[in-house]
């Protein structure tokens, strides 16, 4: 797509002079480091880890920056959206960088530096985005590096386009041509063509898009690109669409979660794998005494295995300390009629199938700390909407299913909004408004909201 093509070229060079940036951050902040006197000891350093970890900056930067998705064409481009992509991708590579250094042993990097680094590399960042901001809006108002476009149609959607396009001249897109469907002949495609235009975008009635297909296909032919308005036709809410080419097949798909978030969830999945192992190591004496306890006190199984539903309706087997008698999934039949919860879930206050030390492990959550080892092997995640079982997906309504489209996961909104308190809808709806508003940063306020919770024992 040309409005792509011009977009990402424009990225490549901002790319570019983000690196830029970053490398004189760096230097700058390696050169008033070697300046501060801290603790009454001049900087010492060990060269070879400075260039390490200069190198490993370059590259979480490249990888973070070079992921800036191409603006839409259509989108509302205002300097707010580079300060949040700056403050958010500096965030996560702040996080990336003290991982590193926690990980590997005896790698010393001066924390001052750090610091210094990563406050004037976001100012920086942010100065050098305002500048490319001003420099793009300067050219539009002089009427260079505008987009072209000729807009075909009628009806409300088609006047509130029009009306947006005209009302926000610093978009940078301009209507040449206004074309009424009835008159989208073939007298009109001749004259499009002498016309310098970048793209045309048809906003009709479903049932004048039969009449426009020859229309569209020569235009098509002639290299100019169509944007065909489809919310009406599909009634896409909050859904997002991609185009998919398998040989020759051509599909238009309908996702509820953008594609662009697909790929921060990949980063999101790896984190929660190396932050598994930490915790697995960390949290190794709790497992030990935790396990003993049980042993003595219960017999064996130490764990309690069920099989969950996870990622896509996907089922994997889910482990926990056990809190129960042995034979309590027998018992559960006679005391399905003191369910305390509203639709296909189970759950009641003083459970007599749960033992004393169970209790226990349930108040403070510490029955759930098994499910790092899910997490390890990639069934899980930290937040995420909590696993169901088998029995109670068969029950779910259609939008109840889209809890499934994230990993389940060891906490989340649920069980920091009220938890056993909340009844069943208003829990899916929590999920989903998880995952409707999801981000790296929205899962450490979770979790940083979760500690308090289980400190206070409100599980059962």
Same mark, same amino acid.
């Not at 790296?440 to 059962?460: H, Q, S």
């Given at each position: 797509?040309?409005?792509?093509?011009?977009?990402?070229?424009?990225?490549?060079?901002?790319?570019?002079?983000?690196? /830029?940036?970053?490398?004189?951050?760096?230097?700058?902040?390696?050169?008033?480091?070697?300046?501060?006197?801290?603790?009454?000891?001049?900087?010492?350093?060990?060269?070879?880890?400075?260039?390490?970890?200069?190198?490993?900056?370059?590259?979480?930067?490249?990888?973070?920056?070079?992921?800036?998705?191409?603006?839409?064409?259509?989108?509302?481009?205002?300097?707010?959206?580079?300060?949040?992509?700056?403050?958010? @991708?500096?965030?996560?590579?702040?996080?990336?960088?003290?991982?590193?250094?926690?990980?590997?042993?005896?790698?010393?990097?001066?924390?001052?530096?750090?610091?210094?680094?990563? #406050?004037?590399?976001?100012?920086?960042?942010?100065?050098?985005?305002?500048?490319?901001?001003?420099?793009?809006? &300067?050219?539009?108002?002089?009427?260079?590096?505008?987009? &072209?476009?000729?807009?075909?149609?009628?009806?409300?959607?088609?006047?509130?386009?029009?009306?947006?396009?005209?009302?926000?001249?610093?978009?940078?897109?301009?209507?040449?041509?206004?074309?009424?469907?009835?008159?989208?002949?073939? @007298?009109?495609?001749?004259?499009?063509?002498?016309?310098?235009?970048?793209?045309?975008?048809?906003?009709?009635?479903?049932?004048?898009?039969?009449?426009?297909?020859?229309?569209?296909?020569?235009?098509?032919?002639?290299?100019?690109?169509?944007?065909?308005?489809?919310?009406? #036709?599909?009634?896409?809410?909050?859904?997002?669409?991609?185009?998919?080419?398998?040989?020759?097949?051509?599909?238009?798909?309908?996702?509820?979660?953008?594609?662009?978030?697909?790929?921060?969830?990949?980063?999101?999945?790896? /984190?929660?794998?190396?932050?598994?192992?930490?915790?697995?190591?960390?949290?190794?004496?709790?497992?030990?005494?935790?396990?003993?306890?049980?042993?003595?006190?219960?017999?064996?199984?130490?764990?309690?295995?069920?099989?969950?539903?996870?990622?896509?309706?996907?089922?994997?087997?889910?482990?926990?300390?056990?809190?129960?008698?042995?034979?309590?999934?027998?018992?559960?039949?006679?005391?399905?009629?003191?369910?305390?919860?509203?639709?296909?879930?189970?759950?009641?206050?003083?459970?007599?199938?749960?033992?004393?030390?169970?209790?226990?492990?349930?108040?403070?959550?510490?029955? =759930?700390?098994?499910?790092?080892?899910?997490?390890?092997?990639?069934?899980?995640?930290?937040?995420?909407?909590?696993?169901?079982?088998?029995?109670?997906?068969?029950?779910?309504?259609?939008?109840?299913?889209?809890?499934?489209?994230?990993?389940?996961?060891?906490?989340?909104?649920?069980?920091?909004?009220?938890?056993?308190?909340?009844?069943?809808? =208003?829990?899916?709806?929590?999920?989903?408004?998880?995952?409707? @508003?999801?981000?790296?940063?929205?899962?450490?306020?979770?979790?940083?909201?979760?500690?308090?919770?289980?400190?206070?024992?409100?599980?059962?």
């Amino acid at each position: 797509m040309v409005f792509k093509k011009l977009t990402n070229t424009k990225n490549i060079y901002i790319l570019s002079s983000d690196i /830029l940036v970053t490398i004189i951050s760096f230097w700058i902040s390696f050169f008033l480091r070697s300046r501060i006197v801290w603790k009454n000891e001049n900087f010492r350093y060990n060269s070879q880890y400075y260039n390490i970890i200069f190198i490993f900056i370059l590259l979480i930067w490249f990888l973070l920056y070079s992921k800036k998705s191409s603006d839409d064409t259509f989108k509302e481009k205002y300097f707010r959206n580079d300060f949040f992509e700056i403050i958010v @991708n500096n965030f996560y590579a702040s996080l990336f960088i003290f991982t590193f250094i926690f990980l590997i042993k005896g790698f010393i990097i001066s924390r001052v530096f750090l610091v210094l680094f990563i #406050l004037l590399n976001t100012i920086f960042l942010l100065i050098e985005r305002r500048i490319f901001y001003d420099i793009r809006l &300067k050219n539009i108002r002089k009427g260079k590096n505008v987009i &072209k476009i000729i807009l075909i149609g009628e009806g409300r959607r088609f006047e509130e386009f029009e009306e947006k396009i005209k009302k926000n001249p610093d978009w940078g897109i301009t209507i040449v041509k206004r074309i009424k469907s009835e008159n989208f002949d073939k @007298n009109e495609i001749e004259n499009i063509k002498s016309i310098p235009v970048d793209g045309i975008v048809i906003i009709d009635e479903k049932e004048n898009f039969e009449g426009m297909t020859e229309q569209v296909t020569k235009l098509v032919e002639s290299g100019i690109n169509i944007f065909f308005e489809l919310d009406h #036709l599909f009634n896409l809410k909050k859904f997002f669409l991609n185009i998919e080419k398998y040989k020759e097949f051509n599909f238009l798909e309908l996702a509820s979660i953008k594609r662009e978030d697909y790929q921060k969830l990949q980063l999101k999945y790896f /984190l929660d794998r190396i932050f598994a192992i930490i915790f697995l190591i960390l949290l190794s004496p709790i497992f030990f005494i935790i396990s003993i306890v049980i042993l003595l006190l219960n017999g064996k199984p130490v764990f309690f295995v069920q099989e969950r539903v996870g990622l896509n309706g996907r089922t994997f087997k889910m482990f926990k300390f056990r809190t129960m008698e042995k034979d309590a999934e027998n018992k559960k039949i006679l005391l399905k009629q003191k369910n305390q919860m509203k639709g296909p879930v189970f759950k009641i206050m003083n459970d007599p199938r749960i033992t004393p030390f169970g209790k226990f492990l349930r108040k403070y959550s510490l029955d =759930e700390l098994p499910q790092i080892i899910n997490i390890l092997k990639g069934e899980m995640s930290f937040v995420g909407p909590r696993p169901p079982l088998v029995n109670e997906v068969k029950e779910y309504d259609f939008w109840h299913r889209r809890r499934l489209s994230f990993k389940p996961g060891l906490t989340c909104l649920w069980q920091i909004s009220g938890r056993n308190e909340i009844d069943f809808e =208003e829990w899916m709806k929590k999920d989903l408004e998880y995952i409707d @508003n999801w981000s790296l940063l929205y899962d450490m306020l979770i979790i940083l909201k979760t500690i308090p919770v289980i400190l206070k024992g409100n599980g059962w």
